[in-house]
């Protein structure tokens, strides 16, 4: 069953970023995700299997 994710929610990932923080931003959808890291603004793709089975947390924009 897919995750209900979508643009400008908040996830929370298993591992951290390297700068410290584990929250990013979503910021595109597709085969893969662009995220931006919360603590210092790096952006990442990332392979939607690999987001979906590390979310801990989604958190819904306002």
Known sequence: MP???QVGDIVRLKK???CGA???E???I???F???CLGCGRQIMIARK???KNIREIR???
Do not use: T
């Open 60 to 62: 819904k924009k306002a």
């Open 3 to 5: 995750l209900d994710i």
């Open 50 to 52: 690999l987001v979906e």
């Open 26 to 28: 979503v910021l595109r």
């Open 34 to 36: 662009r995220l931006r």
């Open 16 to 18: 951290q970023h390297p």
């Open 30 to 32: 597709g085969a893969d």
């Open 22 to 24: 584990k929250e990013w």
